[in-house]
Nanobody, 124 residues
């Protein structure tokens, strides 16, 4: 079973940056697409970004395009989410997930494995 662990969350001021990491243990995850989702209090979980398994094609929610960048290092079994120009509405718990995504990269049901999440707080 694939196990995922997120790290890199924290408190940042508006306009600041964070880099989240999603690391897989026990097995390599280059077979899977990796997605990032976030969940804010009172809101549904939403897809933020996804990177494909073999082709590395990336997808982004409209709200983060131009500010977030997803990348993967299969040699390190790690996917990164670089977040710049953070806004208060970016705050929430960020989860990474792995799956064989056939369609709908932002559909959480496409993903089979989930991490525990890391908190991102954007506040002055």
């Amino acid at each position: 079973q694939l196990q995922l662990e997120e790290s890199g969350g924290g408190l940042v001021q508006p306009g600041g940056s964070l880099r989240l990491s999603c690391s897989a243990s026990r097995f390599t995850f280059d077979y899977y697409a990796i997605g990032w989702f976030r969940e804010a209090p009172g809101k549904e979980r939403e897809g933020v970004s996804c990177i494909g398994s073999s082709d590395g094609v990336s997808y982004y929610a409209e709200s983060v395009k131009g500010r977030f960048t997803i990348s993967r290092d299969n040699g390190k079994n790690t996917v990164y989410l670089e977040m710049n120009n953070l806004k208060p509405e970016d705050a929430g718990v960020y989860y990474c997930a792995a799956g064989i995504v056939a369609s709908g990269w932002n559909d959480e049901f496409e993903y089979d494995y989930w991490g525990q999440g890391t908190q991102v707080t954007v506040s002055s």
